[in-house]
């Protein structure tokens, strides 16, 4: 393992091991799939090749699995919380979830007997309107917390997505989380939530699985490409680690080199591949960045031996990186499409251009002409104040 420092931004190189196993396979997309196109605001989202930037830098091929516009909620969060919000009720109320889809829950007596369940969860913003927008499908009721900091937008987002009341607390991320699990043991609620702890990985692993849809949209839209490349941003890393699990199954003996990009003041999977002991850590205090839905202090567990083990990189970016992608999306080269990228979701292409303009991250990323490379925009202008100060800050 070999670490290095660059402007903006540092990096962790390690030998991926290639045998590792896999806990979310092609397989296991397809129950998730079959659930979510069954909701009636079900569409698959765009794969798009942004050709002229790959031309310009003398790769092969550069595409962007767009989110902004998953379920109508501007990030793809939405995936997890409905499905494991689907089994846990499946499993409450003693329906087959391998049988049912979200037409049984449209039968009278199944809607009525929801209306007793209440949920709880803890989010940055887009879990957590995931959440809420789900509770109202369902017809549940759904009980948000936020981490200090929150801009008031992402907590009303929340509230109008579904049926869910959401508060900014006093904590961070972390300590959000704890509160949330301690008021719905208090109160009878169902944790929902997207991170694991100790004795809570069912839940967590439920909403993973929801993540493979985008996986299996992703592969599917590719028309038999298989990328050799791809940026995963991570925040708890649930994201990551199902979608990395999910590729390195679909890809088969030509395993395609991970990296794992995140703020560089909360940065817990990169600390914890940095302290190289095999287990994960937290980074404590209170970090500050505009990549809300990726400042956490803890990854998941339930992921955490796939991003330690099956990643050839990880990287801890300043602002400044996520800052270019946004911009780079909304004013692309040439004839490519112009994307809408929040702070979250843009991380991964500011730091992809970043690494084709120097020459030593090229090389040490193995970014060639033959590279064909993945990225996943996670999240439209999910605070689009911040957005449109940002991207005009850009063009000035």
């Known amino acids: 393992m070999q670490e290095y420092r660059f402007e903006d931004l540092t990096v962790i190189e390690q030998v991926p091991d290639n045998n590792a196993p896999l806990p979310f396979t092609v397989s296991d997309a397809k129950k998730p799939l079959r659930f979510h196109k069954s909701l009636p605001a079900y569409t698959e989202t765009p794969l798009f090749l942004l050709q002229s930037a790959a031309d310009h830098y003398g790769v092969d091929s550069i595409f962007v699995k767009d989110e902004s516009s998953r379920f109508g909620l501007k990030a793809f969060k939405g995936l997890g919380g409905s499905y494991c919000m689907f089994r846990i009720l499946c499993e409450k109320l003693g329906i087959d979830a391998d049988c049912a889809d979200y037409s049984d829950f449209q039968k009278e007596a199944v809607r009525e007997a929801c209306k007793k369940f209440e949920f709880a969860t ?41 049926s869910a009341k959401a508060v900014i607390t006093d904590l961070n991320y972390d300590a959000t989380v704890q509160y949330a699990a301690a008021l719905a043991k208090e109160k009878g609620w169902i944790l929902i939530q997207d991170t694991s702890m100790e004795g809570y990985e069912k839940y967590p692993e439920w909403i993973i699985e929801g993540y493979l849809t985008l996986a299996d949209e992703t592969a599917s839209q590719m028309g038999g490409r298989v990328p050799t490349h ?126 084709l303009e120097s020459p030593d991250l090229r090389k040490l990323l193995r970014l060639d002409e033959h590279s064909v490379i993945l990225l996943i925009s996670t999240e439209g202008d999910t605070d689009p104040e911040g957005y449109k100060r940002i991207t005009q800050e850009r063009k000035n």
């Open 122 to 162: 803890a989010t940055d913003g887009n879990h957590g309107k995931g959440v809420s927008w789900a509770a109202k499908l369902f017809g549940c009721k759904a009980h948000v917390y936020m981490p200090k900091g929150t801009v008031e937008a992402r907590r009303r987002a929340i509230e109008e997505a579904g």
């Open 230 to 355: 791809i940026f995963l941003q991570a925040g708890v890393g649930s994201m990551a680690g199902g979608i990395e699990s999910y590729f390195m199954d679909f890809c088969g003996e030509n395993k395609p080199l991970v990296s794992i990009v995140e703020p560089l003041d909360a940065a817990c999977v990169y600390r914890s591949a940095q302290i190289g002991d095999g287990f994960l850590h937290t980074v404590t205090g209170e970090a500050e960045t505009i990549m809300a839905g990726l400042n956490c202090g803890t990854p998941c567990g339930v992921v955490w031996p796939i991003l330690r083990d099956c990643s050839a990189f990880y990287f801890a970016c300043e602002d400044s990186i996520t800052k270019r992608g946004m911009c780079s999306y909304a004013k692309p080269f040439g004839s490519d499409p112009a994307l809408v990228s929040g702070e979250s979701g843009a991380v991964t292409y500011g730091l992809l251009l970043s690494a």
